[in-house]
Each structure stands twice: as C-alpha cells, then as structure tokens.
C-alpha cells in the first residue's frame, strides 16, 4: 500500500512531541510536560538562514523554559522515527561501502551537533513496535558524574556500547544507548546540570 503525502512527517512530528514530552517529565520529576518541545519546522530553520546561527533551532528537540537548557545546550537532540527495516546491526555488519540508514542518523547528529556548537550529541529511535531508543557518546558517559567517578552511566541502567567507523575523516567513535523507558526511569538530572557546568567553564576559560 503506498503511503499517503506527508504521512510520514506527521508521524515524524507527532514522535518529537511525544519525545519533548517524555524528556520534560523526566527533566522535571514529572512536574512538567512543556520544558521542550519541537524545533521551529524541526531544525529546517536553522538550515534555511544559510551563514547565521538561529539560537536553539538546531536539531529536533529544543528547550521552551530556561531550566531545560542545561540539556539542550550540552547534547543537540535528533528524534528519528519508522524504518522498520532498518536496525543499529547494520552499523556492526554493513560491507564496507555501505551507508546504512543508522550511520546516517549518527551522520546527521554530529552535523547538527557541530552546527548548534553543542559539545554532544544525542539521537533518540523508534522503530515502528519497538520501544524507542536513545543513543549518545560514549565520551559524553564517560563524563557523567553519578555521585562518584567510580559510578558510570553504563552501571546504572541496561545498555549497550558500538564502536563505529563513521567515515575517513571521522575515526571510530563509541556510541552508548538504551531504551528511553530505562533512560528516563532514572530521575537525578545532576549529572546532566554538573556536566554543562564544567562545559561552560571551559568556554570560559578559552576565550
């Protein structure tokens, strides 16, 4: 059956909502719904001022109330939604001139990352029936403090890591992920807060 005109963008929206949602809830101990919502056309105005910078317009997610930029301005947020052919295994067993969909995905985030001067990146999947997925940097984990440097991410929730060959000029990187039920489930936004804090003075100290 072919898809309807524009089906697929309004599923795609209606994902970033459900995604800006999710995140606020979590941000807020589930205080709020509304602290992040969708990009202006969904990071199509960022791109369309060619040679200015539209402040918080990069990416799919961006922050509505002060208190979320703390996540915004550390990660720039992609939200990726369908492709049910489509798996992160492709990333692992793709031939070596293959471009899977996935690598595309992480592509673009890194791009949107570089674009938004964010110091992170974070991509946030569904597949359609599956849970949906978030992945990130496996630098950025490194540097989340969990009340201790002994306590990482990777042993607090289920995860899983991907060291990925992007292309020649980008080396293999690490990604983290894990489903966004088990990443929103715990509540301690800290790490996050503490993180864009350093990252702020070290801006500072390099001007």
Known sequence: MA??????KSKGNAFERKVSKRLSLWWTSGKHDDIFWRTDTSGGRATVRK????YGQHGDICARHKSG???TSLCTIECK?????????DLIDRQERQRPTYLKFVEQAIKEKRAAKTPYW???????????LVLFPYDMMKKLSFGSDDILFTDLLPNFFLAVKIS???????IVGTSLSEFTRWK??????QLYQQYKKYKARKK
């Open 188 to 193: 301690d936004r800290k790490p996050y807060i």
């Open 3 to 8: 898809r309807k005109p524009g089906s697929g």
């Open 69 to 71: 930029l703390a996540l």
């Open 51 to 54: 040679g200015k910078r539209t």
């Open 81 to 89: 939604h369908g492709y049910t052919k489509d798996s992160l295994t």
């Open 122 to 132: 974070m991509l946030i999947t569904q597949r359609t029936g599956r849970e949906p």
């Open 168 to 174: 020649e000029e980008v080396k293999d990187i690490g």
